[in-house]
């Protein structure tokens, strides 16, 4: 059987924030890619997927790069469902782009369950001149928020990023072991294998 198909449970993860704020870059950096000083909108929602073992078992992680602007938001809406961890990023040069998070944060508490786990990166922390959102103000908005935080640079600070999602999807499992423990590649183990795995327990 092939690694892509050996895993427990599927997680969905999303990534959402205004358009230019480095979402796709930050997706590049979490992949190991090289940054990119010039890159393409996103226009279509795009799905990538990556196994990662947490606590011994493997996880496939389906990690979903959106587009920001404001022309595609409505179809943002179809890809956010069922997501377990979200990602909002904003970009520490552009105050625009904090503003807008209250835009994105409420649309997805409105479609997402409460099991979903959420965090906020502030991109772009390679740019010290330019900063206007300091770091202590996108953590108290995100503990307002009840996300966790994270300052980054799709650029110069990959290592950073990836390990804060995968921090976050840790924290989902974590927190969700007992819903999860019952899939295998994704799909829920049928009531007959549980039953026959009762029995010869
Ligand atoms: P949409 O697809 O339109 O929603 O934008 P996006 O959020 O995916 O932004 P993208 O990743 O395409 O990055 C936009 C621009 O910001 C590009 O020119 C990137 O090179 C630049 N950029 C992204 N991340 C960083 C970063 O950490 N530091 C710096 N200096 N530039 C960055
Ligand atoms: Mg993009």
Do not use: H
């Not at 000083?37 to 996880?59: D, G, V």
């Amino acid at each position: 059987m092939s690694e892509s198909n050996n895993y427990s449970a599927k997680i969905k993860v999303i990534l959402l924030g205004e358009s230019r704020v480095g979402k796709t870059c930050l997706i590049n950096a979490y992949f190991g890619r090289q940054f990119r000083a010039n890159t393409l909108f996103t226009t279509i929602p795009e799905s990538e997927n990556k196994i990662i073992e947490i606590n011994e078992k493997k996880y496939l992680i389906e990690l979903f790069d959106t587009a920001g602007q404001e022309k595609y938001r409505s179809m943002n809406n179809i890809f956010i469902k069922g997501s377990k961890v979200v990602i909002f990023v904003y970009d520490v040069t552009e105050e625009k782009t904090f503003i807008e998070l209250d835009y994105w944060i409420k649309t997805t508490k409105e479609i997402l369950a409460k099991d979903a786990i959420y965090g906020i990166a502030g991109n772009k922390a390679d740019l010290v001149e330019e900063i206007k959102i300091p770091n202590e103000k996108g953590k108290k908005y995100a503990e307002e928020n009840g996300a966790k935080f994270c300052e980054t640079s799709a650029k110069e600070d990959s290592k950073g990023f990836q390990s804060f999602l995968n921090k976050l999807i840790q924290e989902y499992i974590e927190t969700n072991i007992d819903k999860i423990s019952n899939e295998k590649n994704g799909k829920k183990l049928s009531s007959k294998n549980n039953k026959k795995k009762k029995k010869c327990c």
